[in-house]
């Protein structure tokens, strides 16, 4: 079974900048779409970004300008950018992959285990 594996979080002052990356791994014949979501402490999980596999990207207007996202997909892998961290951008961040596994005729959605995102002074 396909998996995520993330990582390059932790604790950063407010301005400075942050990378997260997520590795899938397994029998993957194709990547459809990836992506970045985020939960904060009593709130719901909000996406954060989404790249497809064209390289169309899409961003939640609150990173709009600071965060990018890209991907290699020799690698299988998607990044997260993140520039002029605020103190609102603390979260546990999840990488989320649709993919596509060999023997299956379909595609389902993977999610990481989440890293931790503190930005703080």
């Known amino acids: 079974q396909a998996q995520l594996v993330e990582s390059g979080g932790g604790l950063v002052q407010p301005g400075y900048s942050l990378t997260l990356s997520c590795a899938a791994s397994?029998?993957?014949?194709?990547?459809?779409?990836m992506g970045w979501y985020r939960q904060a402490p009593g709130k719901e999980r909000e996406l954060v970004a989404l790249?497809?596999?064209?390289?169309?990207?899409h961003y939640v207007d609150s990173v709009k300008g600071r965060f990018t996202i890209s991907r290699d997909n020799a690698k299988n892998t998607v990044y997260l950018q993140m520039n002029s961290l605020k103190p609102e951008d603390t979260a546990v961040y999840y990488c989320?992959?649709?993919?596509?596994?060999?023997?299956?005729?379909?595609?389902?959605?993977?999610w990481g285990q989440g890293t931790q995102v503190t930005v703080s002074s």
């Open positions: 989320n992959a649709n993919l596509r596994e060999t023997g299956r005729d379909y595609s389902s959605d993977y």
């Open positions: 790249i497809f596999s064209r390289g169309a990207t």
């Open positions: 397994g029998s993957i014949i194709s990547i459809n779409r």
